[in-house]
């Protein structure tokens, strides 16, 4: 037998949660050596040095293509409460706030955080969480903007309009697409919104610097009484958000004020394509706002990923 099959299999720990039907799944021990430095300059190294390691967790058969991952690292600063890492099926995540709220639950869970307002380090800057009286997390995300206003898109069912804003990812938001958002025309609102996402690559419109828009978020009427929408929001690697998508909401929110609809401090409330929902206010700025989304998560599992040295699949099913 070679020392290969002789070898143990490497091991992750893991917590799983989901927030709002949205997964998570926060990697506590076993992850890469990234060295030390800013969330920033780890993540580089993550992507540049250990992407076998992100699709390893992610990608089937261990995960799958709506899994989030979330390496827990400590902080640069020791008086934030760690450092973490966002990836997905197809690469790394700048900022995920449903994520956030997965990690905070995750620290709560494990004895990590108690009541308070904590902050985390992530690649896009310093964000803060905070656990709320109902069971819910309430996450301060990082600057929020509105880069454009209705960009116009030429698709091949005709012309649309949306805004182009961050935040925390770059979004393309489209309130005016004709599309029934319900859950049983997933395929077909997939297949819509990757449309738009082609389009936006190939007819150059991109967010500052010439970054990619790899979010498309389209938004209609509620469901329930208490939301002021639902959005269906494509993610980069193909999937759907569960969650009404706590960047996204961001965005919107972000949007909603640059046209003087949504005042420092009055409630959006954004229902999902599943009927989950978030809450969120902002704190204007010169440039933009300061959003602020709550919503629950739930463990749902803790385990231990095996990567087996003779596992034709161990770095997953990568595509």
């Known amino acids: 037998m070679s020392p290969a099959a002789t070898a143990g299999p490497a091991r992750i720990q893991v917590v799983d949660s ?3 039907g949205e997964p ?22 993550f992507r540049e040095q250990h992407d076998r ?3 390893a967790v992610c990608h089937e058969p261990r995960g799958f293509d709506a899994l989030v991952g979330a390496l827990l690292l400590p902080p640069e600063d020791p008086a934030a409460v760690a450092q973490v890492l966002y990836f997905n099926n197809v690469g790394m995540l700048g900022m995920c706030v449903h994520g ?11 004895g990590r955080a108690g009541p308070g307002t904590h902050r985390l380090e992530t690649p896009v800057g310093e964000v803060r969480f905070s656990y709320q009286a109902d069971g819910s997390v309430a996450v301060e995300n990082v600057e929020s903007y509105r880069q454009a206003h209705a960009v116009e898109l030429r698709l091949a069912q005709g012309t649309v309009r949306g805004d182009v804003a961050w935040g925390g990812n ?7 697409h004709g599309q029934a958002l319900s859950l049983d025309r997933l395929e077909a609102l997939t297949a819509y919104c990757w449309g738009i996402r082609q389009a936006l690559g190939e007819q150059g419109i991109t967010g500052a610097n010439g970054q990619e828009i790899d979010h498309v978020e389209l938004f ?8 002021d929408s639902r959005n269906f929001v494509l993610c980069p690697g193909g999937e759907y958000d569960r969650s009404p998508c706590g960047t996204g909401t ?3 929110m972000a949007c909603l004020a640059a046209a003087g609809w949504l005042a420092e401090g009055q409630v959006w409330r954004q229902e999902s394509i599943i009927g989950s929902r978030f809450t969120g206010t902002v704190q204007h700025t010169a440039r933009g706002v300061i959003p602020t989304v709550a919503g629950r998560a739930w463990i749902t599992a803790e385990s231990t990923l095996l990567l087996g040295p003779d596992d034709p699949y161990r770095d997953g099913i990568r595509r």
């Open 53 to 55: 390691f992100r699709s």
């Open 18 to 20: 989901h927030t709002e």
């Open 170 to 176: 770059w979004f393309f938001l489209v309130s005016d």
């Open 24 to 45: 998570t799944r926060v990697v506590i021990a076993g992850g890469p050596d990234l060295g030390r430095g800013s969330a920033a300059e780890r993540l580089a190294r």
């Open 100 to 110: 956030t709220i997965g990690v905070a639950e995750t620290l709560r869970h494990l």
């Open 220 to 227: 209609g009427p509620p469901t329930r009484p208490d939301a």
């Open 250 to 252: 961001s965005a919107k």
